[in-house]
């Protein structure tokens, strides 16, 4: 059986194909970028390039694939236009979804977000049967990208990861990190609002699991592994910083308004507003589903996988 794990160069496809690796199953992984194939074809034995808006490349990634595991993506906000979103994660999808079929691929594994609920994450401990509700330009092309896979007729697994955690991680620890060392963190309210967390390394586990086992064919799952209390979390940051813990609480109102209106990359002392709403009103997601019908469970703590996202930072960003 052969795995196919694109987006190999970011933080899950990463961890996904080590895995597999280590597991003794056949890896095939595709990078974007050429100058990154060689290290790749070392580590993995068998790399291509693929452009996901060239249907050749992408047929040429799937000859001989069995399972698809597809994690590369553009991803997060503010880093293209809603049509490039579009076209990289929904038009990427279709295309690559449509040529596993033609290859003869029996599972098609979609990593996608729990962004694709929209406003409905205000909502406390939300299942994978909220409906979709449009918001950003990468959330939007999840939504659109999911549908694509679901129409393709490709067997497929949705999964919805939420704030993934660890070394790699590109916002939620480097975004507390850098306000805590600037002494300018603060809560939104008392800190003891909820929030779902996933190690990376759980969210590698699960999508292996996924792609591997019957009963998760032509199902979507949420996933975290942890509800954890902001505070808590923004105590082992701070812990592993070596700073104080802060006891600041902010009004709401004040940190929305100073939040949209400083909106300067050059100003790190300040709160974001990507960051603003899940520290306002914590966002928890109901994960059970994977657990109960494929048995799975996280392996790494969520503190384990803070603690050493928050190494990385500070390794990257000495004083």
Known sequence: MKILVTGATG????????????????????????ALLTDHKKKFGDALTMDLTNPDSVAEAVKG?????????????????????????????????????????????????????????????????????????YANSKIEAEKALIA????????RPYWITGPGDRFLIPSVARLLRAKTFTFVGNGQQEWSLSAAENVADAAITAALHPAAENQAYNLADSVVKIADTVQVIAETL??????????????????????????????????????????????????RE?????????????????????????V
């Open 152 to 159: 393709s007729g490709m067997p497929y697994t949705i999964l």
């Open 242 to 291: 070596g700073v104080p813990v802060p006891t600041r609480r902010t009004a709401a109102l004040w940190l929305y308004l100073t939040s949209v209106f400083d909106q300067s990359p050059e100003n790190d002392a300040r709160m974001s507003i990507d960051l603003f709403f899940p520290l306002w009103r914590g966002l928890t997601i109901n994960a059970e589903k994977i657990r």
């Open 65 to 137: 694939v069995d399972i698809v595991i597809h994690c590369a993506a553009l991803v997060g906000s503010g880093r293209g236009s809603a049509d490039e979103y579009m076209q990289m994660n929904a038009v990427g999808t279709r295309t690559l979804a449509n040529a596993a079929k033609q290859a003869g691929a029996s599972r098609f594994v979609l990593m996608s977000t729990v962004g694709v609920y929209g406003t409905n994450t205000f909502k406390p401990y939300i299942d994978e049967k909220t409906p979709y509700a449009k918001s950003t330009a």
């Open 294 to 318: 494929l048995g799975w469970q996280p392996k790494v703590d969520w503190r384990d996988s803070v603690r050493r996202g928050t190494l990385e930072w500070m390794a990257q960003h000495p």
């Open 11 to 34: 933080l899950i496809g990463h961890l996904i194909a080590e895995q597999l690796l280590q597991s003794e199953h056949a890896v095939r992984v595709t990078v974007r970028k050429f």
